[in-house]
């Protein structure tokens, strides 16, 4: 590689990930080699978590299963109910622990810490965990329920079943009036966006989505995730799979983010019609048809603004901020009822500046 192109690659890995992009490909066609790759120079650090003897000292704490059980009791009440009547597809003979013990088990574990399957077993498995699970659960247990088993189990569940328990425990939290001084104007910030979840050379379940290069096929698994903010809190209230339903052949137009968000919509404004939401989402959502379901359900939005996805808009934008800024604040600028095709907009701008004196402009439409 030589000095020139890595001296490019340095420059470029502070750009943001579209420009990285661009630069990379670019230069894989200029250089005719596929494998250059601009990787982001920023760094990431994880926050610290649980370290072993402390993860420990919790679980030997005999009150604490029983405290969480007192918060999800008060905050939940029919909650234990809605596990218990969740459709169990075991077979009957080889059923062991009851419905709710697995799910409870499950979810204990994520309260204290523990984000793997194995890790259930691995530091549920003392004698005060058992017993508190046992009481909790209203069930005689001789040792917690194996990490598979949970696997299992949670696999075959309903996701109609398990989408109304999320419902119920949203509902839940708005009646409770604890998020209320999150809200806007009355409004909560609902984000959307989509998440990759895996990448196979084989189309699992035969309706993944397809992109093909240098003759060869992938196949992704796609989910919309919609979650409201409160603070530093997500909370999902809906979830929509991209998915090809009807693919017959790689002409036809694969399913997208905007067509799930289409499906979507109807589903959150019948299960909540009375909240109002500020729809928020990258510069992919600008579009016409995000814009309209937002009018048409009296919604608000914020979209990221680029110049190379809303040229005239962009462009307009940045005519009327230099004529006259409609705000006074400093590194603050605002432009509205700016014409795209039948909406008005308005645009907004931020420059963040940091400690060392970098600028970070930050770009947006809404209403």
Partial sequence: MSEELIKKIEESQNLGRAERRKKERFSQKKYKDKTIKIKSGKKFTKSPGLDKEKRRQLLNDKNLLNELRKIIVKYFPDLMSLFSKLTDKRHKSYITYKMRTIIMTKLFALLCGITTMTGIN???????????????????????????????????????????????????????????????????????????????????????????????????????????????????????????????NENDKQDCEINAFKRMQKRIKDNYPKLKFIVTGDALYATTTMIDICKDNHWHYIFNLKKDRLRNVYQEFEDNINYENEVSKENYYLSSNIPFKQHNVNAFRFIEKNADGKTTTFNYIMI
């Avoid at 058992?130 to 917690?144: A, D, F, G, T």
């Avoid at 839940?172 to 009355?186: E, H, I, P, T, V």
């Avoid at 530093?232 to 809906?238: A, G, K, Q, T």
Wanted: some cysteine; hydrophobic content about 35%; overall charge negative.
């Fill in 122 to 248: 691995d530091w549920f498995d003392t004698e005060e965990a058992i017993k508190n699970l046992s009481k909790i659960c209203n069930q005689e247990l001789k040792e917690i329920p194996d990490w598979q088993t949970i696997q299992d189990v949670i696999e075959q569940l309903d996701y109609n079943e398990i989408d109304d328990i999320r419902k119920y425990m949203f509902k839940a939290l708005l009646r409770s009036k604890m998020f209320d001084r999150f809200r806007y104007n009355g409004c909560i910030q609902l984000i959307v966006d989509a998440t990759g979840l895996t990448a196979l050379d084989y189309n699992l379940n035969g309706n993944c989505l397809t992109r093909t290069r240098d003759g060869k096929t992938k196949y992704y698994k796609y989910v919309l995730e919609a979650k409201v903010v409160f603070g530093n809190m997500l909370i999902s209230i809906d979830s929509e799979w991209i998915e090809n339903n009807n693919f017959n």
